[in-house]
């Protein structure tokens, strides 16, 4: 069974940066995509980034040049660098992991963006 632990979520000042990291443990899957998805109170789900396991990525145009996206392969692991947080960026950060046929994804990491 797949699992997705997700960590780095926490409090931050507008401006500041955080790193969202997310693994995936289990066997026999391989892995097309891993991203990271948010939701704001009140709002829908949202895509903020993913990555393909060749490496390619896409971006939600509000993080673009703010948030980079990374992969390491071996470890079954996504990271979500975050930079020049906004308020607007406050929402829980979900890890989702494609194995093609299938979609997992993580409990969800909170990032708040407060003074």
């Known amino acids: 069974q797949v699992q997705l632990v997700e960590s780095g979520g926490g409090l931050v000042q507008p401006g500041g940066s955080l790193r969202l990291s997310c693994a995936a443990s289990?066997?026999?899957?391989?892995?097309?995509?891993m991203g990271w998805y948010r939701q704001a109170p009140g709002k829908e789900r949202e895509l903020v980034a993913v990555i393909t396991s060749g490496g390619r990525t896409n971006y939600a145009d509000s993080v673009k040049g703010r948030f980079t996206i990374s992969r390491d392969n071996a470890k079954k692991a996504v990271y979500l660098q975050m930079n020049s947080l906004k308020f607007e960026d406050t929402a829980v950060y979900y890890c989702?992991?494609?194995?093609?046929?299938?979609?997992?994804w993580g409990r969800g990491t909170q990032v708040t963006v407060s003074q």
């Open positions: 989702v992991l494609d194995t093609g046929p299938t979609y997992y």
């Open positions: 289990g066997s026999g899957f391989s892995i097309t995509a």
